[in-house]
């Protein structure tokens, strides 16, 4: 075989080697755009986000009692380190002496003095009232007359019994008006009688706390 021969035969083989259908770069071609379609769905797909978590509810803590006031209603009672009986005393605290309450455990009452002294003290001494001040003498009396009645007799009486009367005194001491509770005597004469004497008699009224009351008399009679 001749020089052209060959080269000519060399050029077929390799034109058939490389020689592509005309169908294959379109087909090439739809799936490069297959692809990109692809990457750009997985690109541009919505993210959702998950909620953040809710912070949970803080909670609060118990409440403490409130402070307030109490007094000793004993004449002095012992402040002591410990609630018992054993404790050290501190100090001692007068009667109607203010403290402010701080706990309590079992038949003890921890305070506070108006000094800041902190100590224990029995609970039986000590209350949310004051005491009452001690009255003054002669500020509690019982009534007592100042001019008591004087039997009077009526002229030709047989009749004899108990006659009972009901005397309303003021705070002046003054019979200021009277009720029948009795007559045995059955005449009613005799209870008019009866009510005339208590109500010429005079009184000094009961005082409690220093002021006068009014009170009932009860008026008993016998003829």
Request: contains cysteine; positive net charge; charged residues 20%.
């Amino acid at each position: 075989m001749s020089a052209a021969a060959r080269s000519d035969a060399y050029f077929f083989v390799t034109t058939q080697k490389y020689h592509h259908p005309s169908g294959g770069s379109h087909d090439l071609k739809k799936l490069f755009a297959l692809c990109a379609l692809f990457a750009f769905a997985c690109g541009s797909s919505t993210t959702v986000e998950a909620p953040p978590p809710v912070a949970p509810s803080p909670v609060p803590a118990p409440a403490s009692a409130a402070a307030h006031t109490l007094y000793v209603t004993a004449s002095a009672v012992n402040v002591r380190r410990d609630p018992s009986m054993a404790g050290e005393v501190l100090k001692q605290a007068k009667k109607n002496e203010a403290l402010t309450f701080l706990s309590s455990v079992d038949d003890w009452t921890k305070v506070q003095l108006p000094d800041g002294t902190i100590g224990w003290v029995a609970s039986r001494f000590v209350s949310e009232s004051r005491s009452a001040a001690p009255a003054k003498p002669g500020c509690n009396t019982d009534f007592a007359f100042v001019k008591t009645p004087k039997p009077a007799f009526a002229e030709g009486e047989t009749k004899h019994g108990l006659v009972i009367v009901d005397a309303y005194v003021n705070p002046d001491g003054n019979v200021t008006s009277t009720t029948l509770i009795k007559n045995e005597t059955g005449d009613e004469k005799l209870a008019v009688l009866a009510q005339n004497e208590i109500k010429s008699a005079k009184f000094e009224a009961p005082k409690r706390n220093c002021i006068a009351r009014a009170f009932i008399f009860t008026y008993k009679r016998s003829f």
